[in-house]
């Protein structure tokens, strides 16, 4: 008797997972297939793609069946927790003529985070040392509003590289996160038909970044 796998819905997105070893354990290849169907929801299909030498199936075809999209990202992810299947699946699924809408969304917010974790900007003269020893003032930091520069700098940069930038407010330039980076102010940027509030702060090295303060 042949084993039957139903899966209903509109295929949205195909990737495959490289083959790893780890521990001297082999993973071969994986296809991943996913389908969304109004009624019955999100169904994931993954297929091994053993080694053209193996003889014998290492592993077994799987479906799974969420009512999430997101239920699905986060299954995949604790699989394959060393590999960017998530950021994977969105890209192939919006590049689709008609991407799901579903996924769509989740896409942009992946991608917002993405191209925020890509825009630091640097500047020597804000750069004090001393992660490694004394402190090494940062001549630039002793210049009356560089605070406020640094920032426009980002909205400026942010601008050219595709981002609305709709409101700025400065900052009280206090230490923040694991690193004790100062604060520099916020900025309301939309993208992706997205309107979010982020943080730009400034590192040891002189390194300007900036983060999404998600809050939905």
């Known amino acids: 008797m042949t084993d039957h796998l139903e899966i209903r819905g509109v295929h ?17 290849a ?15 299909l993954t297929v091994p793609q053993p080694d053209t030498d193996e003889t014998e199936p290492v592993s077994v075809v799987r479906v799974g069946r969420y009512e999430h999209l997101a239920d699905i990202l986060d299954d995949l992810h604790s699989r394959w927790p060393l590999q960017d299947i ?18 769509l969304a989740l896409w942009r917010v992946e991608q917002l985070d993405q191209d925020l974790h890509h825009a630091s900007i640097y500047n020597q003269d804000l750069a004090e040392g001393g992660l ?37 407010q400065p900052g009280d330039r206090t230490p923040d996160g694991p690193f004790n980076n100062p604060t520099l102010g916020t900025l309301t940027l939309v993208r992706y038909g997205h309107t979010i509030t ?8 002189g390194e300007l970044f900036v983060r999404a303060d998600w809050t939905d």
């Open 30 to 44: 994986t296809a991943i297939d996913l389908y969304h169907d109004d009624a019955s929801g999100w169904s994931v």
């Open 198 to 205: 982020a943080t730009v702060r400034v590192d040891a090295a």
């Open 12 to 28: 949205v997105a195909t990737v495959t997972v490289p083959p790893s070893t780890h521990l001297s354990r082999h993973t071969p």
């Open 132 to 168: 490694w020893g004394p402190a090494i003032p940062a001549i630039g930091r002793q210049l009356d509003g560089w605070a406020d520069d640094a920032l426009t700098a980002m909205a400026d940069h942010l601008t050219a590289t595709g981002f609305d930038v709709v409101d700025q």
């Open 86 to 103: 998530v950021a994977a699946i969105l890209d192939a699924g919006h590049r689709r003529d008609d991407p799901d809408p579903e996924l």
